[in-house]
């Protein structure tokens, strides 16, 4: 398998100014891209899928692309991410795991040099599912107000032989964050975790 096609990409920006509290002089931009592609092993239980990562990696690039030119096209803005998918009913939560590896690597390709896990969930569901992708630091994934999530789905996706795989991204943190912790000011970058 190479090559595959995607069926529909959407793309969802938000601008969060304030939560009630004082107006951000720049406001925080929360963005994600959803790609729907078909599912290969829907229907029917395959031993080795772990090939189809490899297949899946230029979805991962077209997407990180997509998604980086909608939150404004500069690397060096975005401070957090995240990743999953939504397996259509046909397909198992393991061909949800497959997203992984393609679309955390995607990220830290055009994001450059990365140090945190990129958080990432999955589930299955039908159409209209949708799914909260936690978001985290890019380069310590202790930075306690980058600890976020972005809600998901297409209204028609996905069908039972189909997957959403799904990027996040942010450009900071939660608008009015305030709970302590790790500030991201003080990250030593060693470990992707502090």
């Not at 938000?14 to 592609?37: D, M, Q, S, T």
């Not at 909608?70 to 939504?86: F, L, V």
């Not at 028609?156 to 991201?184: C, F, K, Q, W, Y």
């Amino acid at each position: 398998m190479s090559d595959i096609p995607i069926k529909k990409l959407v793309v969802q920006i938000e601008e969060i100014f304030h939560e009630g509290g004082p107006r951000a002089e720049k406001p925080l931009k929360r963005g994600a891209v959803l790609a729907v592609v078909e599912n290969p092993f829907a229907g029917r239980y395959v031993e080795e899928i772990a090939g189809f990562m490899e297949d899946l990696k230029p979805v991962g690039l077209t997407m990180a692309r997509k998604l980086l030119e909608a939150m404004g096209g500069d690397a060096s803005e975005i401070e957090a991410y995240g990743k999953g998918a939504i397996v259509g009913g046909a397909g198992e939560l393991e061909h949800g795991a497959l997203w992984h590896n393609p679309g955390g690597y995607a990220m830290r390709e055009l994001l450059g040099d990365t140090k945190a896990i990129v958080p990432s969930t999955k589930k299955v569901g039908g159409p209209g599912a949708r799914i909260d992708i936690p978001v985290a630091h890019v380069n310590a994934a202790y930075v306690r107000s980058h600890f976020d999530a972005i809600e998901v789905g297409i209204n028609d996706s996905p069908r039972a032989n189909e997957i959403v795989l799904v990027l996040a991204m942010t450009t900071g943190s939660r608008i009015h964050a305030r709970v302590g912790g790790l500030a991201a000011k003080d990250i030593k970058g060693e470990d992707g975790l502090r």
